[in-house]
């Protein structure tokens, strides 16, 4: 089974920002759809920055076919925590899908839980 996966994106500033603190990368490879979507917390340069370098290093690692497991734990590892919360700078979401045998796995750091509709 060959998949054909089609995504697009579309990301607006907040008012008054110059930059969105949201970002989405997406890698298609024949064998792999990857779509990394991170949300820098707070808006601006300082959120745009945030989400941009953990977009970049997820991407990096999970097509250098580093386990994505590993991967995530990395990028959680290294995000700096934001004061007074103690949250990260940076919330990611990772969907990894085999464009072959159709398995996707995902995984989310600090966003909320994912919702999944199916009609079977």
């Keep these: 089974m060959s998949l054909f996966i089609e995504a697009e994106s579309f990301a607006i500033p907040k008012s008054g920002e ?4 949201d970002t989405l990368r997406i890698v298609r490879t024949p064998e792999r759809f990857l779509m990394i ?11 745009s920055v945030s989400s941009v ?12 076919n580093i386990p994505l ?3 995530v734990n990395a990028v959680a590892a290294t995000l700096p925590p934001q004061h007074p919360t ?13 464009r072959l045998s159709g398995r996707a796995v995902v995984s ?3 966003n909320p839980e994912i ?3 199916s009609r079977k």
């Design 18 to 21: 110059e930059v969105c603190g």
């Design 37 to 47: 979507l991170s949300d820098g917390l707070g808006s601006g340069v300082r959120a």
């Design 53 to 64: 370098l953990t977009v970049e290093i997820l991407s990096r690692m999970v097509t250098a």
């Design 69 to 71: 497991r590993d991967c």
């Design 86 to 98: 103690g949250a990260a700078y940076a919330t990611f979401l990772v969907v990894d899908i085999d």
């Design 108 to 110: 989310n750091y600090g």
């Design 115 to 117: 919702l999944y509709f």
